[in-house]
């Protein structure tokens, strides 16, 4: 496995601070932040990020980051970060980001820019900050992330370059992010997430590119954006078996914020193509499209605490979402595992600015968000339910 | 004599009413900013672009230093409902997303109005907030002088 502590990219980051470190007249800003949270889960018949049905703390996150304003039209950053989440996620040190901005346009009604490193997508409004806690509405992201899903590795953060610019028009601040990411190995702790092969295989992904354009409209009052991500996954092996398999995703978000609460509501299709090819004969060709939104209530109490509730659905196929389809065209599967609903309360406590203690319930119906490796077959209840705590501190 | 007291208090603090917007009667909090940035014009949208760390330098290209109160500070509210129409919760949304993504900087939070007026009055290209009431019966007598004498002294 590459080891991405040396990149190129952190090379040449350090490589301008201390050259403007030396250079520079003014004092240069900068900025050390960081993060840890550690989560519990406790689940009834199914497991969850990790064997959660005798309770599990397999379930953290944790990361340090640096910010440097080398000039106000330069900044550098790089975070690094850990992440378990049961079977999803093997708590591997990794680069998170690690990228140097460059400011075009800085006016007071305009802003535009460029990124270039390992930079995170815009997608919806919870992507580039979910694994920090503090920033999710809820422990659990809502299934158009796919917190336990494998779609994570796929959108995650990866090197390429980003254009953004924001704009004041009249009450509305209009934002746009445009990034373009280049190829990338798959981590092998995704890469048998993804794909259940006998054979060895390698599991890329191919160029992919990100969008995202957003309306603050007077302060805040009102949020709306659409993202939207290409990608392609590229399967190889040694017996001339390839696989290309193409996800795109549209992300609808709105959010309305007032004094004490906020509402918010976000929908995403992802489209599926996928092509299997043996000796350049194609086997598999399969088009599936699946869908998926929530609609989410928080209420601020007081300052320090907040409760939340959240209805979700995820269907793997929108065009069979009672699942009956697959399970006749699939013997022996059962169709609850094509869906799930989501019902969560929850509660949310910061007693200070570092620190934060969250607890939630969800009851679930439906199996579709279980990973297969953390729950073997049969998977014989399609309604549980599970309680997830977390306590943080960030700096 | 008073001119002399009046130019060396501005030398150390310089009190800005913003005067664009047309929503609010009196403001209960003020905008304080370094000595040199004192020709600025500061409406809402400055205001906003400053305080959302979306701009990082001013017109003359040197960079924007944004000091802050804590969040639950009564004045923090109070100062971004009034000056910026924003909710305290959704500033800190956004300068979260901007720490946890390597694409700003946070303000700095200051744990007193004491201490804000001392770190913007130290700091080069400086921007924070401070009441009203802040200002001690002297300092506040000496304020409305001040501000008198400016005036006049704009007229030489």
């Known amino acids: 496995m590459t080891d991405r502590m040396h990149e190129p990219t952190v090379r040449t980051a350090v490589v301008l601070a201390a050259i403007c470190f030396g250079t520079s007249a003014h004092a240069i800003d900068y900025q050390v932040h960081g993060y840890a949270a550690q989560g519990f889960v406790y689940s009834q018949h199914n497991n969850f990020f990790g064997d959660s049905t005798d309770g599990s703390f397999d379930y953290y996150e944790a990361g340090i980051s640096a910010t440097v304003e080398v000039t106000p039209k330069l900044l550098l950053a790089a975070q690094a970060a850990v992440r378990d989440a049961g079977i999803s996620d093997d708590g591997s040190g990794r680069l998170d980001y690690a990228l140097a901005d460059y400011r075009l346009l800085s006016e007071a009604t305009t802003q535009a820019g460029l990124r270039a490193g390992k930079v995170k997508n815009a997608l919806g409004f919870y992507n580039e900050t979910r694994d920090v806690v503090f920033t999710r509405p809820s422990i659990l992201l809502p299934s158009v992330y796919s917190d336990n899903q494998n779609q994570r590795s796929l959108i995650f953060t990866a090197p390429g370059a980003q254009a953004y610019g924001s704009t004041f028009f009249g009450q509305h601040e209009l934002s746009f992010s445009g990034t373009v990411n280049a190829e990338r190995d798959v981590r092998e702790s995704d890469e048998r997430l993804l794909i259940r092969l006998s054979v060895p295989f390698d599991l890329r992904i191919g160029d992919s590119w990100n969008v995202q354009v957003m309306d603050s409209i007077d302060g805040g009052k009102w949020q709306f954006a659409y993202s939207r991500f290409v990608g392609q996954f590229r399967m190889t092996t040694d017996i001339n078996l390839i696989g290309r398999f193409d996800v795109d995703l549209d992300v609808f978000s709105a959010r309305y914020n007032a004094e004490r609460f906020t509402l918010t509501a976000e929908y995403v299709i992802v489209g599926n193509e996928n092509l299997l090819q043996l000796r350049g004969t194609p086997i598999l060709r399969q088009s599936v499209e699946a869908d998926g939104g929530y609609l989410q209530a928080e209420y601020r109490l007081r300052p320090e605490w907040t409760v939340m509730t959240r209805m979700d659905s995820f269907y793997r196929n929108r065009h069979d979402r009672s699942g009956r389809e697959f399970a006749a065209t699939n013997p022996g599967a059962d169709r609850r595992s094509q869906v799930s609903h989501d019902f969560t309360i929850g509660v949310q406590w910061r007693p200070d600015e570092h620190w934060g203690v969250w607890a939630e319930h969800h009851w679930i119906n439906g199996t579709a968000s279980l990973q297969g490796l953390e729950n073997p077959p049969p998977v014989r209840d399609q309604r549980w339910s599970m309680l997830m705590l977390m306590a943080g501190y960030k700096f | ?156």
């Not at chain 2, 800005?16 to 003020?30: F, G, H, M, W």
């Not at chain 2, 001392?118 to 002088?145: H, N």
């Open chain 2, 1 to 156: 004599m008073k001119r002399i007291l009046a130019k060396a208090f501005a030398a150390l603090l310089l009190m800005l009413s913003v005067v664009a917007s047309a929503q609010e009667s009196i403001p209960a909090v003020d905008v304080i900013v370094s000595p040199s940035l004192i020709s600025t014009k500061f409406d809402r949208s400055l205001l906003r672009a400053v305080f959302t760390m979306r701009l990082r330098q001013w017109p003359d290209g040197s960079p924007i230093r944004v000091f802050v109160l804590p969040d639950h500070d009564p004045l923090s509210d109070q100062f971004y409902r009034e000056r910026l129409g924003m909710y305290s919760y959704v500033l800190r949304r956004a300068w979260d997303r901007m720490v946890f993504t390597g694409t700003g900087l946070a303000p700095t939070v200051v744990q007193s109005e004491r201490e804000m007026i001392e770190r913007v009055r130290s700091t080069p290209g400086a921007i924070g907030y401070v009441g009203k009431r802040e200002l001690s019966e002297s300092d506040g007598q000496l304020l409305r002088s001040m501000s008198l004498l400016l005036a006049e002294g704009d007229n030489d």
